[in-house]
């Protein structure tokens, strides 16, 4: 087996869609990015591709290539899925913590793991979404932008992940 660790950060800006593990949530404000701005699933993308050492979302999606603008992120998720599969290894689970003043996230929890499970191919009880706040504390506190972190498992494609592809 073999683990990856995903960190991202946006901005939140007037006029943008809030959009977090492929899920909208309803805010005043939104994030600012060349894609969606899915901070969710640009972390748990780094952490597939940071567990098998295939670079960053960056290097394989990069903000100067105009077919990224707007993107679905979750789109970047599943190529990086399918790089992870190429390489030989399947994805076994994903944790993820948000760390966001506001809005509240709690009630947008379930969609999330629904949508990540989806662009991952697994189940949504081996994605866990978390939300935190930052008790008011520096930039996330005072509402500038929002985090996430992500760690994925991923481990070599066989036995039962075999089977389930034939
Ligand atoms: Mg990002």
């Known amino acids: 087996m073999r683990i990856g660790i995903g960190y991202d950060s946006h901005r939140f800006a007037p006029g943008r869609r809030l959009v977090l593990g492929g ?7 939104g994030l600012a990015g060349h894609s969606d701005a899915d901070a969710v699933a640009h972390a748990v993308t780094d952490a597939v591709l940071g567990a098998v050492a295939l670079g960053d979302i960056g290097a394989h999606f990069p903000p100067s290539d105009e077919r990224w603008r707007d993107a679905d992120s979750l789109e970047l998720l599943r190529q990086a899925v399918a ?4 390489a030989g290894y399947a994805i076994g689970n994903v944790d993820v913590t948000v760390v966001c003043e506001a809005p509240r996230l ?10 990540l499970a989806a662009a991952l191919g ?15 504390m520096g930039w996330i506190g005072q509402g500038e932008g929002l985090a996430a972190l992500a760690v994925a498992l991923v481990q070599p494609l066989g036995g ?6 034939g």
């Not at 039962?160 to 592809?165: K, L, S």
């Open 23 to 29: 899920v909208e949530v309803p805010h005043a404000l």
């Open 160 to 165: 039962e992940a075999r089977q389930a592809e």
């Open 106 to 115: 709690g009630p947008h929890v379930p969609a999330m793991r629904e949508r």
């Open 83 to 86: 790089l992870a599969q190429a």
């Open 122 to 136: 697994i189940g949504a009880g081996a994605v866990s979404v978390k939300a935190k706040s930052n008790e008011g």
